[in-house]
């Protein structure tokens, strides 16, 4: 290693991102901008019911169609499949029992789509019809017909958790106050622009199919697993991708689909979802009903905490069980919770199935605790922020139920949004109000989805005559991580981002790495191409310095030089020194997860903070809130490209308030209610406020520079700070999202009549949790010797 | 062919250029422009004329190609996110877009360029409240279209101050190869 610079060459510049000219221009190819010769065109037939039985499918008709070159069924695809091992419920095309309005049952593959289309609708099924589940009420309760799925249980549960850390019962003893509230959280979808989109070839025995997938990596185990065949028989190339946030995680149908038929025509053959498809692949925000009891003394400091949640999971496990134990998990990571039980349940309804969007399962409860808080603070007569930042965890601590803060800027964040708000001189009107909220989010989970040892991420670097090409299996869905790694190589060589080439996102050509999402791939990329990248200017430093008759710590490495050198002068050096001129990094993170079953789901090598207040205005009269301003600050590390973190800031901020004031997705009798973009509310540019963000930089220890994530956790606190600006506002409390007008009409028409000023669920049901796993807290303060080795 | 549908010879300009195309009389522009003339920088997001991405300019003005049939244009200006750049060289939206990061996934982004190009034709000095009018049908869900903002303003800035260029910069498509 060579002396560490003060001054960043790359890092910390804000710069285009790599793809940026091809995004703006039209030539970035998408998956639907694939057309090869000869590609045939899928569609898919799917339930029109909600839970019915399917008794036979006849394909006679449809295959006899002028231009149908395929049909399949559930028949020709029985394996099942699903994202995590527990929970492989899921089936390419669904031959004995559909589950939600939407499931896949027959595919055709056609010269046209019109033909394919027609084809399907030329599918005769017969179904025996049955009960809907649609509610978590109703799951709870006995089934009338049968069972959605046929395990978990009893009746339509799907997972059971109950955790307990520290002594709560002694915790809510030591409390002068103790609080209990009730909230929901309504699900919402991702509404990625792009629709889902694969296509698939069939060369030499081969399957190669391109798709606008998040994770090319699950996608080739699942294709694997479905299709019986090698993964060295399959190839999953990521195309331009637009959009995710989470929606494009799982392996799909359409995936596997696509696949099946460029095996059995011999042809490339497409599938594009149409939009109301899109709506049915969901994957989307869980509903969650959520229970919470605080105990606190009198100056405001939690003495424990007893939660419970109960998620609408929709017909599949998709990533529920994590999920799950995500509405649990992240409370601790934001307040000193001393004592703290989780209780947390999943049921199947016959509903799109729900994953993770993001935030994964944690901006539910972060809606949940940010406006408990601000509750006790009122019952207690205190300042909300002054209660909330009382009980800010500090850097370098363990919580309760063990995990690992290292950096934590939570107290800047605070500092900044209330400096640049005023929220503390507020002016009074009616109608007008501030609301503070708080939030925390993982960089990278902590431990894979399936178990395994192999690094999360693994980049590789070939130098050859002056180019520089990193290979990863990183995968960018727009957020910029392909910037994150010529960020990264460019400055550990002395060059400029646009100066490396990228190869990603292919299961052929790139090593593993676990894609995006979880907010992983600046944390575990970036330290896996840090890693590479120091190898290759470790052995550029040493050429030349052999050359040179110098010794390698006085070669400097800087602005396209490597000592005297050029950096392709040093390159050729290089090779003929050493060979071909290849280097690899990997990371794996820290193995930190507590000594409890469950306790996979929360570590994270670091953690990111954000503040927000949201200023708006509410009309007593309609009910409408219109937002005036968003102040946000984030701790992100270090902002490896300020510019992207912005990016990510904004978005995340716009798809809060989103989720805050309208977004949803609601059924009636077992139907989707809005199906489609001009139905399913999301703003548009004329509803988004100005923001005002500030970077956060606390230098974590383990992330690449310093770096955190940036792309979840800023949603998370936008949602509470608009319930709790409304209550500045109007003084009535809206414990249910999204808060539409007539939620807020209703809630002051309460108030007029004299009752509680509040709407939102009144009870939380009666849920067989288990009696819950006890676990001794760990020592709560962490030095930096043992923070990654506990 | 498997099957009979009506077709009729239409001839489009896109971009300048002049083709004559023999096609089924229901097919969308929007799928002609895709499919039959390989022009796929033009995206969509629903197909019903809700969300603004397939817009192309016909005439200058931004429309939805979803919702248009060839017959509907013929004889007109068509333009495509294809047709923005002169050659390699971007319009100053489109160097804007991808200097200040409006473009994330960038799959509403051609729609949006084209709007944002017909706004600055008919108002080289909007205010931010009359881009975000011009934007109104136009849905994005990476941005939060705080960037797409700015980068209107900076490019009508551009445009206003390279005048005499008549709305180019000197940036090279490809981005990369920049001269040092």
């Known amino acids: ?790 | 062919m498997d099957r009979d549908v009506d077709r009729q010879l239409v001839a489009l300009e896109v971009n300048g250029e002049r083709t004559e195309l023999f096609l089924p009389v229901h097919k969308t522009l929007l799928e002609v422009v895709r499919e039959d003339m390989q022009l796929t920088g033009t995206k969509h997001g629903c197909e019903l004329g809700e969300c603004g991405t397939c817009t192309v300019l016909i005439d200058g003005k931004p429309e939805l190609s979803c919702l248009l049939v060839p017959l509907q244009v013929e004889g007109r200006a068509i333009t495509t996110i294809e047709g923005m750049a002169k050659g390699s060289v971007l319009h100053p939206l489109q160097h804007a877009f991808a200097e200040v990061g409006a473009a994330q996934c960038g799959y509403c982004s051609p729609g949006i360029l084209l709007v944002a190009k017909s706004l600055l034709e008919s108002n080289g000095t909007p205010s931010r409240d009359e881009i975000r009018e011009a934007l109104a049908g136009n849905l994005c869900r990476c941005t939060g279209y705080s960037k797409i903002l700015d980068a209107v303003e900076l490019a009508a800035d551009q445009i206003r101050r390279s005048s005499p260029l008549a709305g180019e910069v000197a940036h090279r498509a490809g981005g990369a190869a920049e001269p040092a």
């Not at chain 1, 799917?46 to 069924?73: C, E, Q």
Request: charge should be negative; hydrophobic fraction near 40%.
């Open chain 1, 1 to 790: 290693m060579t002396s560490p610079r003060n001054e960043y060459a790359v890092i910390g510049k804000p710069f285009p991102k790599p793809d940026a000219v091809s995004k703006v221009t039209g030539s970035a190819v998408y998956a639907d901008d694939m057309l090869p010769a000869r590609t045939l065109h899928c569609r898919i037939l799917r339930s029109p019911h909600p839970h019915a039985r399917i008794l036979s499918i006849d394909t006679s008709a449809a295959r006899r169609m002028p231009g149908v070159r395929a049909v399949i069924t559930g028949a020709d695809l029985p394996i099942k499949f699903g994202i995590l091992p527990v929970t492989q419920d899921e089936r390419a095309l669904e031959h004995e029992k559909v589950r939600y309005v939407g499931d896949p049952i027959a595919a055709v593959a056609a010269v046209d789509e019109e033909i394919a289309a027609a084809a399907c609708d030329a599918v005769a099924v017969e179904y025996e019809v049955l009960e809907p589940v649609m509610s978590i009420d109703e799951a709870l309760a006995e089934a009338k017909d049968e069972r959605i799925q046929d395990y978990g249980g009893p009746n339509n549960i799907h997972k059971l958790v109950a955790l307990e850390f520290g002594d709560v019962d002694a915790g809510f003893e030591k409390a002068d106050h103790i609080r209990e509230d009730v909230f929901f959280f309504q699900g919402n979808t991702h509404l990625p622009m792009e629709q889902h989109s694969a296509i698939a070839t069939f060369v030499d025995g081969r399957v190669t199919l391109w798709s606008s997938t998040q994770v090319v990596h699950y996608v080739h185990r699942a294709l694997a697993k479905v299709l019986e065949l090698p993964m060295n028989r399959i190839r999953v190339i990521g195309a331009a991708h637009g959009g995710g946030f989470g929606g494009k995680t799982d392996p799909f149908a359409h995936e596997i689909i696509v696949s099946k038929l460029a095996m059995l025509t011999g042809r490339p053959v497409k599938c594009t979802l149409t939009r109301e498809e899109v709506f049915y692949a969901h994957r989307g925000r869980h509903p969650v009903l959520m229970w919470v009891r605080g105990g606190v003394t009198k100056d405001g400091r939690i003495t424990a905490m007893h939660f419970k949640t109960a998620l609408d999971g929709g017909a599949y496990g998709s990533y529920g069980v994590a999920s799950t134990f995500y509405t649990g998990a992240l409370q601790t990571v934001t307040y000193d919770i001393p004592a703290y039980r989780f209780e947390g349940c999943r049921v199947f309804t016959n509903k799109p199935p729900c994953g993770p969007k993001r935030g994964h399962g944690t901006p539910q409860p972060r809606f949940a605790l940010e406006l408990h808080l601000e509750k006790i603070a009122l019952d207690l007569g205190m300042d909300p922020v002054d209660l909330k930042q009382r009980n800010f965890v500090k850097p370098m601590t363990r919580t309760v139920n063990w995990l690992r803060v290292t950096s934590c800027g939570l107290d800047e964040c605070t500092d900044r949004v209330m400096t640049a708000s005023g929220y503390r001189s507020r002016e009074k009107r009616p109608g007008r109000g501030l609301g503070f909220a708080i939030s925390s989010y993982l960089s990278g989970a902590g431990t894979a989805i399936y178990w395994n040892d192999m690094p999360h991420s693994e980049v590789q670097i070939k130098v050859d005559r002056g180019g520089v090409t990193a290979y990863c299996g990183a995968m960018d869905i727009g957020q910029g991580s392909d910037s994150v790694l010529a960020a990264v190589v460019a400055e550990e060589l002395g060059l400029q981002p646009r100066d490396i080439r990228l190869v990603t996102a292919d299961t052929d050509t790139t090593p593993i790495d676990l894609g995006s999402y979880s907010s992983r791939v600046t944390f575990m990329a970036g330290n896996a191409a840090l890693q590479a990248a120091r190898k290759m200017r470790d052995m550029l430093v040493e050429a030349v310095a052999a050359k040179t008759g110098r010794a390698a710590a006085e070669v400097t490495v800087g602005a396209g030089r490597i000592g005297d050198l050029t950096f392709e002068e040093a390159s050729i050096l290089g090779e003929a020194r050493f060979g071909t001129l290849t280097s690899a990094g990997s990371y794996k993170p820290p193995k930190i997860a507590g000594p409890y079953k469950g306790s996979g789901v929360g570590p994270s090598p670091a953690y990111s903070y954000s503040a927000c207040v949201v200023d708006l205005d509410a009309d007593a009269r309609t009910g409408i809130v219109h937002v005036n301003k968003v102040w946000i600050a984030h701790d992100v590390g270090r902002a490896i490209n300020p510019l992207l973190v912005e990016g990510q800031i904004e978005g995340s901020i716009y798809m809060g308030l989103g989720e805050a004031l309208m977004e949803e997705q609601a059924f009636r009798k077992g139907l989707h209610k809005w199906p489609s973009m001009l139905e399913y509310k999301s703003p548009t540019i004329m509803d988004m406020p100005e923001v005002e963000t500030f970077i956060v930089e606390t230098d974590d220890p383990e992330g690449p520079y310093g770096a955190k994530e940036a792309g979840q956790g800023p949603l998370l606190p936008v949602i509470p700070a608009v319930s709790s600006a409304v209550f500045d506002a109007l003084g009535v409390w809206i414990d249910e999202v999204p808060l539409t007008p007539e939620k807020i009409i209703e809630a002051l028409r309460r108030k007029e009549k004299g009752e509680p000023p509040r709407f939102g669920p009144v009870r939380f049901p009666s849920i067989p949790y288990p009696d819950c796993i006890k676990v001794e807290p760990p020592p709560r303060e962490l030095d930096h010797a043992s923070a990654a080795s506990i």
